[in-house]
């Protein structure tokens, strides 16, 4: 039984990411000849000896003219032990945006920098928003190892500084890990090197199947946004009135009490059915119907908790917004906000801070947000809605902020979530107010 | 006791809570339904995420006139089976009344999509869901699970929304749709265990068995309403089976003696050949075939 890690990539086309991503499809012999013909023949064409293994990741044609990628895309490869979807994000182009949608489901991210240049600005700003996300894991990749000639001391600098950046937004130590590569010969990526003899860590493709995956947050109180009401009304089920959903944190049985929001009423679950029979038990990331012992008015967008912890029920509320929108954010913007299985109609009060995922620092009361730029706001619903904080539960924490008009999708919404800042002139913030995403281990990405 | 969920139940999870969400926001969904095995294996999904009530969408086939009749048989028995609502757009309408043109090469693939964009703009669907994976093709790669079209049905990357968690935005304004891929993270080979686990009945063409095929770039095609062997190839009777089961015109068969699940299984797991490149004509025309079929309006 093989399990499933989802991982993002970031990074820029100059750091050799595409290669990297187009070297882990190679040497797991995910590629498959039709395709690496097709790479063999474009690279001959543009007069390369070597198979240029970025092609097999540059998708869509605007993008190899321009020789850059704009967009997440979607790799998937396997290895006897492990499934993984990585979401590969471009480093330039729009990178808030893209980091910000290949981190909200990722469960280890894989940073990419050029030896030769080290911790960058990018690099800064990547860990950041990856830290901010609540992505539990980080691994640098230190490519082009080769052209420092496998300089075990450029990597050692490298890797501290590095490691504490990371510490500084939060994470433990044990939960970042530095590896020397070269995506173009191959080193350490699948295959150990024997031009590193220094270094005794995995490869990448060890860590990636080695690293524990962070459980579902089963040890989380139960949440369960309604999705649909499930009524047959055939004569074999005449009065069958099941509420189906993906549970979003914890686990429900039957004879669990629970408590339905934001109306408040109160029952208890008889049964969890599926087509493959009734269950003893359902955990997160599991896909059930519910059914309970009162007959009560539940529909899509009420959340079903567990009586005993329940999230709070509120229509005022300050949230982290990155703004992936042309359009700048101003206050008193009217928008639509959906949250679990709900949508609601909402306003932005007040821009309270702008963040600086350089400096790890804020602007106080910016006049906007613009795109691809992180700051927190307050809002104020239409109706009450139940809400978990971010760093408790990633599923009932966050979410989209959307156009009134257009219906386009404006942000993403993080209900608190602290931003990861560094206090003046002090290196690590152990003691400040950053997000610690070692506590995120407790809640986990999508299914 | 474990309540840490595999592969392949991560996948079933995703793709029922994705049914579920098309249910609750939508007004008019359709799946798209083939007979072939993912559009088999997306009614499996749907059954499941709806039991014990019925799927509450309906199907849409839109038939080339160039199917395989074992899967013509089989789509009809399947929509029987489970007293489900199909309808049939046959593209042989829309040439019969002028509305298409038959192409010089007699290949009627790239003739699917006006009859699907006329089918849901008639029934006014503003969800419709396809097999399509993001494994299969390099502009697949980037695809959204809810993926906004056009009132033209097309595809404009620029306009695709970012997707967050599993929280997707399914806004569209009228005349708009949104076109929602289930099994977006799904490999063939997860495709074909999840097959195997729940033990889902396919056409029996995607088992080996005897035909009569001729060679012709590279593929063995059969023979059929689309025509035979022209002059220089030559009808012989082969083992093969079907990695995908389109357009006879254009879907090619494998030498194959994989007869069952097992040996289907074990020979994907050791393919050297994405089941498109290996089998589909229209996607070999050009290294940006399928972004040009998207864009138009076809998945």
């Known amino acids: 039984m093989s399990d499933l890690l989802r991982l993002a990539t970031a990074g820029s086309v100059d750091d050799g990411k595409s290669t990297l991503v187009g070297r882990l499809l190679y040497d797991t012999k995910s590629v498959l000849a039709d395709t690496l013909d097709a790479v063999h023949r474009a690279s001959a064409d543009r007069g390369l000896a070597t198979p240029d293994l970025s092609l097999l990741v540059d998708g869509l044609r605007s993008e190899r003219e321009q020789g850059i990628t704009i967009d997440v895309a979607y790799r998937y490869f396997a290895t006897p032990k492990r499934s993984f979807v990585l979401a590969d994000t471009p480093g330039h182009v729009q990178y808030t945006r893209n980091t910000v949608t290949g981190a909200s489901t ?28 609540g992505v539990p894991r980080l691994v640098l990749a230190v490519n082009k190892i080769d052209l420092v000639d496998y300089d075990e001391v450029t990597f050692s600098r490298i890797a501290k500084e590095f490691t504490a950046h990371a510490t500084a937004l939060g994470y433990t130590e044990d939960a970042v890990v530095e590896i020397p590569v070269s995506a173009l010969a191959g080193d350490n990526v699948v295959e150990k090197s024997a031009n590193t003899p220094w270094y005794s860590g995995p490869t990448l493709l060890e860590h990636l199947e080695n690293v524990p995956v962070e459980p579902d947050p089963h040890d989380a109180p139960f949440r369960f946004p309604v999705q649909y009401v499930i009524r047959p009304r055939t004569a074999e089920h005449l009065d069958y009135r099941g509420y189906a959903g993906l549970v979003a944190a914890g686990t429900v049985k039957p004879g669990d009490e629970i408590v339905v929001l934001p109306s408040g009423r109160r029952s208890t679950v008889t049964k969890i059915d599926t087509m493959d029979g009734e269950l003893t038990e359902a955990a997160a990331g599991q896909s059930v119907t519910l059914l309970l012992a009162d007959d009560i008015d539940i529909s899509r967008g009420d959340l079903i908790a567990s009586a005993g912890n329940a999230p709070t029920v509120t229509d005022d509320f300050e949230a982290t917004l990155c703004w992936l929108a042309e359009k700048p954010l101003k206050a008193g913007a009217r928008v639509l906000v959906k949250h679990g299985t709900r949508t609601v109609q909402a306003m932005v009060t007040e821009l309270r801070d702008r963040f600086d995922e350089q400096n790890l620092s804020s602007v106080d ?3 906007s947000l613009e795109l691809n730029e992180i700051g927190r706001v307050s809002l104020r619903l239409a109706e009450e809605v139940p809400l978990d904080d971010y760093s408790f539960s990633r599923r009932t924490g966050s979410f989209l902020v959307i156009d009134v008009s257009d219906g386009s999708t404006l942000a993403a919404g993080l209900v608190g979530a602290p931003l990861p800042l560094l206090e003046d002139g002090v290196e690590s913030c152990t003691g400040g107010s950053a997000a610690a995403p070692d506590n995120h281990a407790l809640v986990s990405p999508g299914p | 006791m474990t309540l840490a969920l595999d592969t392949l139940g991560r996948l079933e999870s995703e793709a029922i809570h994705i049914f579920r969400e098309v249910a609750g926001e939508f007004d008019r969904p359709v799946i798209l339904f083939s007979g072939g095995k993912d559009s088999t294996l997306l009614l499996h999904l749907a059954i499941k995420a709806f039991y014990p009530a019925p799927v509450p969408f309906p199907l849409l086939h839109v038939d080339t006139g160039h199917n395989f009749d074992e899967v013509i048989e089989f789509r009809d028995r399947v929509v029987a089976q489970h007293g489900l609502r199909l309808e049939v757009a046959k593209v042989q309408d829309w040439i019969d009344d002028g509305r298409l ?9 790239p003739l699917q999509t006006v009859p699907l964009l006329d089918s849901i703009t008639q029934h006014k669907f503003d969800a419709v869901f396809g097999g399509g994976r993001r494994d299969e093709e390099r502009a697949r790669a980037k695809e959204r699970i809810f993926s906004l079209r056009t009132a033209f049905g097309q595809w404009d990357p620029k306009r695709q929304r970012p997707e967050l968690w599993n929280l997707y935005n399914g806004r569209h304004r009228a005349g708009e749709h949104v076109r929602v891929f289930p099994l977006s993270n799904w490999t063939e080979l997860d495709v074909w265990n999840y097959i195997e686990r729940e033990g889902i009945e396919l056409p029996d063409i995607y088992y080996s068995h005897q035909r009569d095929v001729f060679l012709r770039d590279g593929m063995w095609l059969a023979e059929g309403p689309w025509g035979t062997a022209r002059e220089g190839e030559t009808l012989q009777r082969k083992t093969v089976r079907y990695r995908t089961v389109g357009d006879g015109s254009c879907t090619g068969a494998v030498e194959s003696d994989a007869a069952d699940i097992h040996a289907v299984i074990a020979e994907v797991a050791a393919s050297r050949l994405t089941e498109r490149g290996a089998t589909r004509a229209d996607d070999r025309l050009s290294e940006a075939a399928m972004e040009d079929r998207k864009r138009e309006g076809y998945f």
């Open chain 1, 106 to 133: 990722a469960q280890l991210g894989v940073l990419l920098v050029d030896a030769r240049k080290g911790v960058i600005e990018q690099t800064r700003r990547h860990a950041a928003v990856l830290a901010l996300l």
């Open chain 1, 365 to 367: 009361s910016p006049p």
């Open chain 2, 101 to 109: 043109e038959e192409r010089p090469d007699g290949t009627r693939n």
